[in-house]
């Protein structure tokens, strides 16, 4: 039984529809009837598996009614898409012969096919792939596919090692010769030759770079194909070196990370009844996960199988105004992502230039954008990345800032705090349930950073989140699903509110003691 129903209008080939899924299971004598409303066609982000598990936590299905709920499920959405793309193919069709337009079926054909097509082989068939191999494969075979990416990750390092490496010659030896006295047109020349060299050694490693990532991605989709269809297959590693140099590696970053990061932990209750439970920390430093060996194989495992789970961990970077702001800086954030090849998602780059032809799209003609460039961001603005290499991080929230404000008092209306609750959420509707964000809007520490200015701002920041989580709380927890209706269980957040790395202990003390006089604290328990 289904029933169709149309939301807002909009134009065919966006149209998205709420299709009512009801079926009676049966085994012998013993029927179950269930239920669930889905959106068609499915989301990106989403497949049947979503929903099959939303309808067994919802309906408390018994075992033995799993595999034909399943194919039941799957006919279902297969068979209201197929007919959703019949009507959006005939009204296309209808509106062109009304207003007397010649068609071209073939070329329309073809170009809607290719482009759907490459984003669904892209991304919903490798999230498929890859989720069957996280549930399936045994322990040798998953621990082969892990050391088979961080031979990958160590490939990638040591060209960058390499790109540094030639870098660093050329221009330790441009400042040598900058710090000599009088320099004249031979030596004006030289030092002109150098940033050619320098550019040039730069434009070669790009390229080589694009090339291995090119490489790497085909070869991991390759893995993850084989992994799902041929059981005996065990992925080798190329380099028998490998493991000595893992070893080395490990060591050499545990020596880099010895010191203690500060932090303060926290469980609260939120909501006038106190309905839900949640952790949040106070910690000074990032949260992108370099003091943390990330090719380490066993990382690269808990990274992957949270990869596609609801249970998303997300930071707030902030960022300029430019687009490409992380790639002209060369930010520690570009860094981190170019140490290992993105398997899963387009490259930090092209993620970027993404966001900036969606910007100019949504610009179009307008005169002021023309006016400052078209390439300017406002402070406030959020565009988002998707990351399977930065260990502990799926999601990044970029936060467009203007340093002005650091020196500035903010209130409640600021676009720095309206981002921040367009931010939870987002995180919200799209299963993030560990945030970081940056406390002070600021990651560095400057003179004007006073006692009193950081208590009023990071006072604030703790009340506008507290309001954030409790308004997401309060309605209900179809919020955090992507299934759609309400969950067996209660949302469950982890709030990390990040410091600037070089703050004084006095200021990082005194603003642990503000967060239990505005959350609730859960009682700890003794003995």
């Known amino acids: 039984?289904?029933?169709?129903?149309?939301?807002?209008?909009?134009?065919?080939?966006?149209?998205?529809?709420i299709g009512s899924f009801r079926t009676l299971l049966s085994k012998g004598s013993v029927t179950k009837e269930v239920s669930c409303e889905i959106p068609i066609p499915l989301p990106s982000h989403s497949d049947s598996a979503e929903y099959f598990s939303h309808i067994i936590a919802t309906h408390d299905v018994h075992p033995m009614f799993h595999d034909e709920l399943l194919s039941t499920l799957d006919s279902f959405i297969r068979r209201e898409e197929e007919e959703m793309e019949e009507e959006r193919d005939e009204a296309v069709l209808e509106e062109a012969l009304r207003e007397g337009k010649s068609i071209d079926i073939e070329r329309w054909t073809n170009a809607y096919e290719k482009s759907s097509l490459d984003s669904l082989e892209e991304a919903v068939r490798l999230a498929d792939k890859f989720g069957e191999v996280m549930r399936d494969c045994d322990a040798v075979r998953m621990e082969a596919l892990m050391r088979r990416e961080s031979e990958m990750a160590t490939e990638v390092s040591r060209l960058i090692s390499l790109r540094d490496s030639e870098l660093d010659g050329v221009r330790r030896k441009a400042e040598m010769m900058m710090e000599r006295k009088n320099l004249g047109t031979e030596e004006l020349k030289e030092l002109s030759a150098f940033n050619e060299e320098m550019r040039y050694i730069q434009d070669s490693y790009v390229a080589e770079l694009r090339m291995i990532g090119v490489r790497q991605r085909s070869e991991f989709k390759e893995m993850i194909r084989r992994l799902t269809k041929d059981?005996?297959?065990?992925?080798?590693?190329?380099n028998a070196g490998n493991e000595e140099d893992e070893q080395s590696h490990n060591g050499a970053a545990g020596s880099l990370h010895e010191g203690r990061k500060l932090e303060e932990s926290f469980t609260i209750y939120l909501g006038a009844q106190l309905k839900t439970m949640h952790n949040a920390r106070v910690v000074v430093g990032n949260e992108l996960g370099e003091e943390r060996d990330w090719n380490a194989p066993h990382v690269r495992l808990q990274a992957s199988m949270s990869l596609y789970r609801r249970d998303l961990s997300a930071v707030v970077l902030l960022v300029g105004r430019d687009p490409k702001w992380h790639l002209q800086r060369r930010s520690d954030f570009s860094r981190l992502c170019e140490r290992s090849t993105e398997l899963h998602f387009e490259p930090l780059?092209?993620?970027?230039?993404?966001?900036?032809?969606?910007?100019?799209?949504?610009?179009?003609?307008?005169?002021?954008?023309?006016?400052?460039?078209?390439?300017?961001?406002?402070?406030?603005?959020?565009?988002?990345?998707?990351?399977?290499?930065?260990?502990?991080?799926h999601i990044v929230y970029h936060l467009v800032a203007d340093e002005a404000d650091d020196y500035k008092d903010i209130n409640s209306r600021h676009p720095y705090l309206n981002a921040l609750r367009n931010i939870v959420r987002m995180a919200s509707r799209f299963g993030v349930t560990t945030l970081s964000l940056p406390m002070l809007f600021t990651d560095t520490v400057h003179e004007s950073m006073t006692l009193q200015w950081t208590s009023k701002r990071a006072e604030l920041v703790f009340k506008c989140v507290k309001g954030y989580l409790m308004e997401i709380c309060s309605t209900g927890w179809s919020s955090v699903s992507l299934?759609?209706?309400?969950?067996?269980?209660?949302?469950?957040?982890?709030?990390?509110?990040?410091?600037p790395r070089d703050i004084s202990i006095d200021i990082y003390s005194h603003i642990v003691s503000l967060f239990p006089t505005i959350f609730h604290l859960v009682p700890s328990v003794t003995a």
Not at 374 to 388: C, N
Not at 484 to 499: D, E, Q
Request: hydrophobic share 25%; glycine share 8%; proline share 6%.
């Open 483 to 499: 299934g759609g209706a309400s969950l067996s269980r209660a949302p469950h957040y982890n709030i990390n509110f990040v410091l």
């Open 1 to 17: 039984e289904r029933r169709i129903t149309p939301r807002d209008h909009v134009s065919p080939m966006d149209e998205v529809r």
């Open 349 to 393: 780059e092209r993620q970027l230039e993404e966001v900036r032809e969606t910007m100019r799209r949504r610009e179009g003609g307008r005169k002021e954008s023309i006016a400052r460039g078209d390439d300017s961001l406002s402070v406030g603005d959020v565009y988002t990345t998707r990351h399977s290499n930065l260990g502990n991080v």
């Open 231 to 238: 059981p005996s297959y065990i992925p080798q590693l190329q």
